[in-house]
Structures are given as structure tokens and as C-alpha cells.
């Protein structure tokens, strides 16, 4: 059963002319006539380089950004135009995971708090109390149920990605989305959070948008796999079909292409990555009229399309 299914989905930016470089404003077209059909309980896999359009389409299906044109449905209602209650259950029914767990949790937050956050942009019960919710949440996800009153500095990357999954787990989704969502963690923190990934799928069964240019990692946890390209899907297939027998051209120099990073590259991102936000975090339940689950769009330097 199709669960969450994306028609021509088109989305385009405005991008600011550079005065001094004689560059007039454009329009640049960052995802291009993507359709693709999530079913229930399987786990869709974008893949493609960077720029390559992943992002904006988890965001477009997530409804965390307007398409310019194309539809989104979600159990066969056309949810591309929702407002109001109506968006508010979608948010409900569709989660998602961000890449760098720090700067999508509240600093200032404890975790009893972030957890249940979701429940309270909701509207709905917490059942048992906050507290007891949120303990629970913490169990599901491999945490101590102890450290609810902890904050999120004092997890590490992996633990702070448990937190994140847990929050998203908290109005029982029907469709989880992780934007990256191990991309920013040590390997062997990647598998133990694929491995939890893979459980509570298999638990709850949610179906899974999972974005990711790693394709090691998108082996492990890929029913179907679908590769993009300049805002394109040029293949969609089952993983091993995909992996095993190419059938485009891209993807076959996408499965060549051995990623050589150096070593201090690597240990510069992970650094980062821990690194607290120095923005306003994503998600705060505090700041009037900021939902909890509502996407802001990442600050861009003027004139950048790619
Ligand atoms: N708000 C925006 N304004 C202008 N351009 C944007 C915006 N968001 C995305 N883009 C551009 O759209 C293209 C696709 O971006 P997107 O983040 O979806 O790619 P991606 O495949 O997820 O890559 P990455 O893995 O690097 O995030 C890029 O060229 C990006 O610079």
C-alpha cells in the first residue's frame, strides 16, 4: 500500500544577482520532476551527490517547505496545500530526523522537555505525565531513562541522534524522514544508530524516507532506492537491483566513485558537528508562534544556489 506518494514535485528558488560579479538574480531549479511512491513499512532510499536535490525533496514530502508545483499525498489525500488542523496532523504523521542532532535540540532544554515537545505543539496528552512519557521514549531508543533532566550538551553525537529519534517518535509517525541523519557520526555510532533505526521500523511500523549520499550506509537500511541527479530521479529500484544491476549510467559511476576523504577532513566535520548551534535551534516550543516541529530554512550566503 502506498503510504506517501510524490507527483512531478517541482521547487524552484529565488537566487539574489551579485552586484559586483555582474551576476543577475535567477531562478534555479532545485528539484526537478520528482515522483516517487513510499509504501507502507519500507524504507526509501535517495541517494545522489551533494546538490543533487535530496534535501529539498524529504523537505517538499515532509511538507516543511511549498512545492512550486507537483502533489504530495499521504495515505491518498492530496496534502500539498494543507493548512491549519489539517497541516498540524500531517506533522503529526510524518517526522522527521535532521543531520546534526545538536543544533535541531534545544540547548537550553532538558530532555524531558524536547522529547515531549512534539505532544505539546500537538495538543494531546502526555500519557503517564512528561515525565514518565519521556522516560519511556528514553528506553526505546537505547537511553537511560535516568538521564531525562540531562541536556543535550552532555550526550555525545550518537546518544544526541537517539534523543532526536525519540522526539520523532513521541506522536508515533506514520512516516519517519532522516534528512542525513548518521551522516554526521562516527561509523561504528552509524551502525548502532541504523541498527535502532531498523528495530523500532520493525516495531512500529513506520516507513522510513531515509537521505543520504553514503551509500554504504544506505546498503544497510534500503528497501528501494531511488538515485537523483540535478534535481532528477534517473533510477528507482529495489536495493539490490540498484546496487547489484545498475541500470543508468549515473548510478553506476555514483556506486564507482570511491569516496577518498582525508582523515583530518573527517575529523574536522565530526567536529563541527558537535559543535552546539550557534543559530536559534530548529525546534523550540518556547518562542510564541514557532512550532515545535516547524522547519526554518538554514541560513544561506546571498547569491548561493549550489
Ligand atoms: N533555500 C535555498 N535557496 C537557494 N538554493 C537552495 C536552497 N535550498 C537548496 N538550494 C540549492 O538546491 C540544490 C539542492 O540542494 P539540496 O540540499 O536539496 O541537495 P542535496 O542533494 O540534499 O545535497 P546535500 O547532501 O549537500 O545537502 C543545491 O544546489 C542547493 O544549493
Avoid at 521547487?11 to 551576476?23: E, N
Avoid at 514518565?132 to 526505546?140: D, N, P, S, T, V
Avoid at 513521541?170 to 557520526?185: F, K, M, N, T, W
Wanted: glycine share 8%; charged share 25%.
Amino acid at each position: 500500500m502506498t503510504l506517501l506518494q510524490a507527483k512531478d514535485l517541482v521547487k524552484t528558488f529565488d537566487v539574489a544577482g551579485t552586484a559586483g560579479l555582474l551576476r543577475p538574480a535567477r531562478t534555479f531549479t532545485a528539484v526537478d520532476g520528482v515522483s516517487f511512491d513510499l509504501e507502507a513499512g519500507q524504507t526509501l532510499a535517495l541517494v545522489g551527490e551533494s546538490g543533487s536535490g535530496k534535501s529539498t525533496t524529504a523537505r517538499l514530502a515532509a511538507r516543511l517547505i511549498d512545492v512550486t508545483s507537483g502533489t504530495v499525498h499521504l495515505d491518498g489525500r492530496d496534502i500539498t496545500r494543507l493548512e491549519g488542523k489539517d497541516l498540524l496532523e500531517v506533522r503529526r504523521q510524518v517526522q522527521v530526523v535532521f543531520q546534526d542532532p545538536f543544533s535541531s535540540l534545544n540547548p537550553r532544554h532538558t530532555v524531558e522537555r524536547i522529547v515531549t515537545a512534539p505532544l505539546r505543539y500537538q495538543k494531546r496528552e502526555i500519557p503517564g505525565g512528561a515525565r514518565r512519557f519521556a522516560q519511556h521514549l528514553l528506553e526505546r531508543v537505547g537511553l537511560d531513562p535516568a538521564h531525562v533532566d540531562r541536556y543535550p550538551a552532555q550526550f555525545s553525537g550518537g546518544q544526541a541522534q537517539r534523543i532526536g529519534i525519540a522526539r520523532a517518535l513521541a506522536v508515533g509517525p506514520r512516516v519517519l524522514v532522516c534528512d542525513e541523519a548518521v551522516s554526521a557520526l562516527d561509523v561504528s555510532v552509524q551502525a548502532q544508530i541504523i541498527n535502532l533505526l531498523r528495530t523500532l521500523q520493525r516495531e512500529e511500523g513506520f516507513a522510513c524516507l531515509f537521505i543520504a549520499h553514503d551509500l554504504a550506509v544506505v546498503r544497510q537500511i534500503a528497501t528501494r532506492v531511488a538515485v537523483m541527479t540535478a534535481g532528477a530521479i534517473v533510477e528507482t529500484g529495489d536495493r539490490d537491483s540498484v546496487f547489484d544491476r545498475p541500470t543508468h549510467d549515473y548510478t553506476r559511476r555514483l556506486l564507482a566513485a570511491v569516496p577518498r576523504i582525508r582523515p583530518e577532513w573527517e575529523a574536522a566535520r565530526r567536529r563541527n558537528a558537535r559543535r552546539p548551534a550557534r543559530e536559534a535551534p530548529m525546534m523550540d516550543d518556547e518562542e510564541p508562534g514557532t512550532p515545535s516541529t516547524e522547519y526554518r530554512e538554514p541560513a544561506r550566503p546571498k547569491g548561493e544556489a549550489g
